[in-house]
């Protein structure tokens, strides 16, 4: 893979694709994981005389301006790790974007507004994408592609333009890629996967595999309440993505007994601001909602993770900002600082997980920066962002 060490960049403006969508807590970055793990490309390119534009996604804004969406916090966080300020144009690819361009000085840094502030960024239509990407491509003379939590995505900025500019991969990407190359062949068992978060429909895709490829699957988080539903429960208020609940059935069929494992007892209360109380996980009453794994299902995963000797996990049991739901997230990643597995966190939410609860993340063998894209990654699956690199 050819990274940015093999390009010239002196002098030139460089497109960096970054993956900045990061939580926010009043207008503020909650977990700055994804800003940091960006920093060491981005400061190569800037000490390497360059004129860096990034640009990146926060958040599903539906291709129309948002403020709520806007990447303000992020440029403002990322010039307090920078040490200066970094502006942020008032537009994507339009006149203020242009302007900003023309003024950079080798050695200096703008950031481009929400890429999905505009419909074509993330559009299926070819043509539509096309005509964007041509936008972003007019800014600048190359493309370094560094934003892996987005490389699984056919968007615009991170696939169509890298077929109109000399391109190269960032440290970032780089890394992951050769750290998740170690989940695609040659895995050492037992291999046990963790499945948890709120983005069910994405990973439902992943299961069939996983299934061939794992030997437990532990199954926590809202990707659970399909589960549960799909085996005859009530869920009660829980997130429930109902579409999903065939898929689930489907996927308990074609499961080996025992491998696809689910919660027994659950974390519940009638709002997210509740203490919640701890009942089975075929007794969550009408009016409440599912918001983490109970403690026996706690204590059965973890001791399903430290047994193991390969980990991925992907997705938080519950709702972990709080701490009345955090008991299941915390034991997870317990059971994986003191087990002996080659562990694999993935995902801006979990790793943002580990982070807020103090884990460091020397802790765990690679923390990824991509929840979607690593999943698909270990899959062999072929991810538009990558296989664009190889193309010249
Ligand atoms: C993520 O947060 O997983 C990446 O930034 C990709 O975002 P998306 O799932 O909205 O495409
Ligand atoms: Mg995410």
């Known amino acids: 893979m050819k990274t940015i060490d093999d390009l010239a960049v002196d002098g030139l403006r460089v497109l960096l694709r970054a993956d900045l969508n990061v939580p926010l807590d009043g207008g503020r970055v909650a977990d700055d994981g994804r800003i940091r793990a960006s920093l060491p490309t981005l400061t190569a390119l800037t000490d390497r005389g360059a004129r860096v534009i990034i640009c990146a996604h926060l958040g599903r804004p539906g291709g129309k301006p948002d403020p709520a969406y806007s990447l303000a916090p992020v440029a403002a966080r990322l010039g307090e790790l920078l040490g200066h300020p970094v502006e942020l144009t008032a537009d994507t690819t339009g006149s203020a974007a242009c302007a900003a361009v023309a003024a950079l000085h080798p050695g200096g840094v703008v950031m481009l507004e929400n890429l999905r502030f505009n419909a074509a960024e993330t559009s299926k239509d070819d043509a539509q994408r096309s005509h964007f990407a041509d936008q972003l491509a007019d800014l600048a003379d190359l493309y370094v592609s560094d934003g892996f939590g987005a490389v699984h995505r056919k968007h615009a900025s991170v696939y169509d333009v890298a077929l109109r500019l000399p391109h190269a991969a960032g440290y970032l990407v780089k890394a992951e890629v050769d750290a998740l190359d170690r989940l695609t062949a040659n895995i050492r068992r037992p291999y046990v996967v963790a499945l948890g978060g709120a983005k069910v429909a994405d990973k439902f895709d992943a299961f069939g595999s996983l299934i061939t490829a794992a030997d437990r699957i532990l199954v926590g988080g809202a990707m659970a309440f399909p589960f549960l539903v799909a085996r005859g429960d009530k869920v009660g208020t829980s997130l429930l993505e109902a579409s999903q609940v065939a898929a689930a059935a489907d996927l308990l069929k074609r499961a080996t007994?025992?491998?696809?494992?689910?919660?027994?007892?659950?974390?519940?209360?009638?709002?997210?601001?509740?203490?919640?109380?701890?009942?089975?996980?075929?007794?969550?009453?009408?009016?409440?909602?599912?918001?983490?794994?109970?403690?026996?299902?706690?204590?059965?995963?973890?001791?399903?993770?430290?047994?193991?000797?390969?980990?991925?996990?992907?997705?938080?049991?519950?709702?972990?900002?709080?701490?009345?739901?955090?008991?299941?997230?915390?034991?997870?990643?317990?059971?994986?600082?003191?087990?002996?597995?080659?562990?694999?966190?993935?995902?801006?939410?979990?790793?943002?997980?580990?982070?807020?609860?103090?884990?460091?993340?020397?802790?765990?063998?690679?923390?990824?920066?991509?929840?979607?894209?690593?999943?698909?990654?270990?899959?062999?699956?072929?991810?538009?962002?990558?296989?664009v690199l190889e193309q010249s």
């Open 257 to 387: 007994p025992g491998q696809i494992e689910l919660p027994s007892d659950v974390v519940v209360a009638a709002e997210p601001g509740g203490s919640g109380a701890v009942v089975a996980a075929d007794a969550i009453p009408a009016d409440q909602m599912g918001l983490d794994i109970g403690p026996q299902t706690a204590a059965r995963f973890a001791a399903a993770l430290f047994a193991a000797q390969t980990v991925f996990w992907n997705g938080p049991m519950g709702m972990f900002e709080r701490k009345p739901y955090s008991g299941g997230t915390r034991a997870v990643a317990q059971a994986l600082a003191d087990g002996e597995a080659f562990t694999v966190v993935g995902g801006g939410d979990t790793g943002a997980a580990i982070r807020a609860l103090g884990f460091a993340e020397d802790t765990f063998g690679h923390v990824s920066t991509g929840g979607g894209a690593s999943l698909e990654f270990i899959q062999g699956k072929t991810l538009p962002g990558l296989a």
